[in-house]
């Protein structure tokens, strides 16, 4: 009898479970298809370059920590479906039903209902999963082939987290039910929200953020205490005085509304806090690109800080704007009679009005995840590729090995090695090499050994032989100079300003062998590798062979090209070996490092594809979850709603009208959020390139990053459109005319 019960319980709320089954459907397709990668069974072709072993582990972690998310989707609906179904768990009560039967019921109701998404899901996933294979196949520079995704371990692993899931938040809805008096169930439908003015939801945020505007002040007085020179250019200046006036003038404008009776209240407030918030999110976001633009030494604990600071501001604004344009809703139906009085416009403020307390704070929470669901999902690749393209840079050769002179302080504790341990074990282990270049680095000048401040450490110089050769090896043409010429070569990432700044400005260079000058070719930018450069520079001298031979050598480097690519054994193997015979951190100060392309590519690669999965995944199912809060938003109440459509439907309003007035509630209650966290989003997506403009142009190209938002609005759109066109037809069909 229990199991028919349940069963035409389920077939009579069809309409209720609908967009969660499909949701969760959705979210377990892409849980079983990022964890099928972790799975046992799952043996790509990667190479023998590659172990897949560090990739999923760490894959079955990231999944665990991002579908926590998952457990709020489930709570969310089972109380939705909980407050929903409150009337019929009365009405059973009172026949005489147990409530205790009645809450077990609910359980297994929920739980078959989830378990029928969770298989629904399995299937897709592994349908799913292949593009996810695609995208690693991809990143690892391997041919895609079709692979049966369906693994026992990940089917188990799948029904195993969610049905723990549906247990743990069906325990919780069974204590509720049982703790819930009959008359309770049978009014909660009926009790009317408080207004929105009475809402604590807005005090509570505005008072945390005044708080932290405090903590902005004593900041913003501190860094100018410390930092601040009034021969800084006019930005700099400017910036040091936004972040201290505006958090003043924000304290300010609050105290005036605390003492002011007429302004004694939220909505006061807000209007000032709106422009002062906004001021404050500019003094912000000014201290990272003053810092990048001109080089000031702040800290990373400081930027840090800052950066807290701008998402606060972020946050604050998008709770009290949405805030304003709900009160502003209110007033416009107050103040403009006229249109008010129109049609059915008082129908439609009322529907409005009716759950303005509760919407406007989902509204303000669901606007701010979707901004970072947003920002995860452009991100995300524009990371990876800059991971992948500093890769490049990083791993240009098989092994490279390197020295640092940084903490020796006497020039007899300099130790210039061949590294022949090196040249040892690829005997032993029959690896043949391509070319092995061996190459010191100078000092021009003896007398600046001793220089090692952070923005005053001088640049190295190489013989023009040596450069050479390390050109013949990456393919690239021989340099030509003068007995008493010079050239630079330069990173990647350094800027055009900085490099001509500097060209322009140093037309010679004095040596302990002569001062020389520039060559007709004045620099070269080609990629040769992140270890031929001094710390803290970005360019490094090219001197004639003669020249190098009266400078003092302060580094050793060596670059080995191998025929066939390293193993991960072997190059596991050689680090160790390595290691063992030149210490990272040596006593006479000497510091060494070897560096393998197999582990380089094998960690950055994996990390990069763990990276990105888990920030789509995570940004996916946070735009799911949050368009499905906002379809349950508005199917909630449907039994109020259809009351109320039908009394309209009595006052002689048509079809067609019914149909305006459903399309237009719906459009506000989707539209304000999302179309509001668009704008958020891409201010801050601009602020997030600027800063980081150089290292794209460098690694990524504005062209990848153009198709990648091109992806995240196709995406984003698809599953607006998806759940507002969904929303809109059980809506329709609710208050449709019986």
């Known amino acids: 009898m229990y199991t028919r019960l349940v069963w035409n319980n389920i077939r009579r709320a069809a309409r209720d479970y609908v967009v969660y089954v499909v949701t969760l459907t959705v979210c377990v397709m892409l849980f079983y298809a990022f964890l099928s990668i972790s799975s046992n069974w799952y043996h790509p072709d990667l190479g023998m370059e590659y172990d897949f072993t560090l990739l999923s582990d760490g894959m079955k972690l990231a999944i665990g920590v991002v579908s926590l998310l998952l457990l709020f989707l489930i709570c969310h609906v089972n109380r939705y479906m909980l407050r929903a179904r409150q009337r019929d768990f009365a009405v059973l009560a009172v ?12 359980f297994a109701e929920t739980f078959f209902v989830g378990m029928i998404a969770v298989a629904g899901g399995i299937l897709g996933g592994a349908v799913v999963s292949q593009f996810i294979t695609a995208m690693l196949m991809r990143i690892y520079e391997r041919a895609y082939q079709f692979q049966w995704m369906l693994f026992p371990d990940t089917v188990g692993w799948t029904f195993l987290f969610f049905g723990v899931c549906f247990l743990v938040v069906g325990l919780s809805d069974v204590r509720t039910i049982r703790r819930t008096a009959i008359i309770e169930m049978l009014t909660a439908n009926r009790r009317n929200e408080p207004e929105l003015k009475k809402s604590r939801w807005m005090p509570a945020v505005t008072a945390c953020y005044l708080l932290l505007t405090v903590w902005m002040l004593e900041t ?52 000032g806090l709106v422009p002062c918030a906004l001021c404050n999110t500019l003094g912000a976001a000014s201290v990272a690109l003053v810092q990048k633009e001109f080089y000031l030494s702040l800290g990373a604990e400081l930027l840090n800080q800052y950066l807290m600071f701008l998402v606060a501001d972020v946050q604050f604004l998008i709770c009290a704007v949405i805030c304003l344009l709900s009160r502003a809703i209110g007033l416009w139906k107050e103040k403009v009679r006229a249109h008010t009085y129109s049609g059915c416009n008082l129908f439609f403020f ?35 590729q800059w991971s992948f393209g500093y890769l490049d840079s990083r791993s240009m050769y098989d092994v490279q090995i390197s020295s640092d002179y940084h903490n020796v302080y006497d020039e007899r504790d300099l130790r210039m090695g061949d590294y022949k341990e090196v040249t040892e074990f690829f005997r032993e282990q029959g690896i043949a090499v391509e070319a092995d270049v061996t190459v010191p680095l100078y000092l021009p000048q003896r007398e600046r050994f001793h220089d090692r401040e952070k923005l005053d450490f001088p640049a190295v110089a190489i013989s023009l032989g040596d450069y050479n050769a390390i050109r013949e090896m990456l393919g690239l043409s021989p340099v030509r100079l003068g007995e008493t010429e010079f050239t630079t070569q330069w990173h990647l990432a350094a800027e055009g300003e900085e490099r001509e700044e500097f060209l322009r400005n140093n037309k010679s260079v004095s040596t302990d062998a002569g001062e020389l000058t520039a060559a007709a070719t004045p620099y070269y930018d080609d990629a040769m590798g992140e270890n031929l450069y001094n710390r803290y520079t970005r360019f490094i001298y090219v001197f004639p062979d003669a020249v190098c031979e009266k400078l003092l050598a302060v580094n050793q480097n060596r670059y080995i090209m191998t025929t066939e690519p390293i193993s991960y054994a072997q190059a596991g193997a050689l680090a160790q070996a390595f290691s063992a015979e030149y210490a990272e951190y040596a006593e006479d100060g000497m510091e060494y490092s070897i560096r393998l392309r197999t582990l ?25 979850i949050c368009l499905m809060i906002l379809s349950l938003q508005q199917l909630l109440d449907l039994d109020q709603h259809r009351y109320r459509f039908g009394v309209l439907r009595k006052l002689g309003a048509d079809e067609k009208t019914i149909g305006t007035l459903v399309f237009r509630q719906l459009g506000v209650w989707f539209g304000l959020p999302v179309v509001l966290a668009i704008l958020v989003s891409a201010v801050i997506l601009a602020y997030f390139l600027q800063t980081v403009s150089v290292e794209i142009a460098a690694y990524v190209g504005m062209g990848a990053v153009g198709a990648q938002i091109l992806k995240t609005v196709g995406i984003f759109l698809v599953l607006f459109l998806a759940y507002f066109l969904s929303t809109r037809m059980l809506f329709r069909r609710a208050v449709a005319k019986r």
Request: hydrophobic content about 55%.
């Open 95 to 106: 026949m005489g039903m147990e409530q205790r039967v009645i809450a077990w019921l609910f």
């Open 600 to 624: 380089q590519v094998n960690s950055a690669k994996g990390s990069g594809f763990l990276m990105e999965s888990m920030m789509i995944y995570g940004a996916v199912v946070l735009m799911v």
């Open 220 to 271: 913003g007085i501190q860094k100018i205490y410390f930092y601040y020179d009034p021969r800084f250019p006019l930005p700099m200046r400017l910036m040091f005085g936004m972040n201290l006036l505006f958090p003043a003038v924000t304290l300010l404008w609050a105290t005036f509304c605390a003492v002011s009776k007429k302004r004694r209240n939220i909505f006061a407030l807000l209007w």
């Open 350 to 384: 009322g529907q409005l009005l009716s759950k303005l307390a509760t919407t406007t704070k989902t509204m303000s929470v669901i606007c701010m995840t979707l901004v970072a669901a947003v920002f995860l999902f452009v991100v995300a690749p524009v990371l990876t």
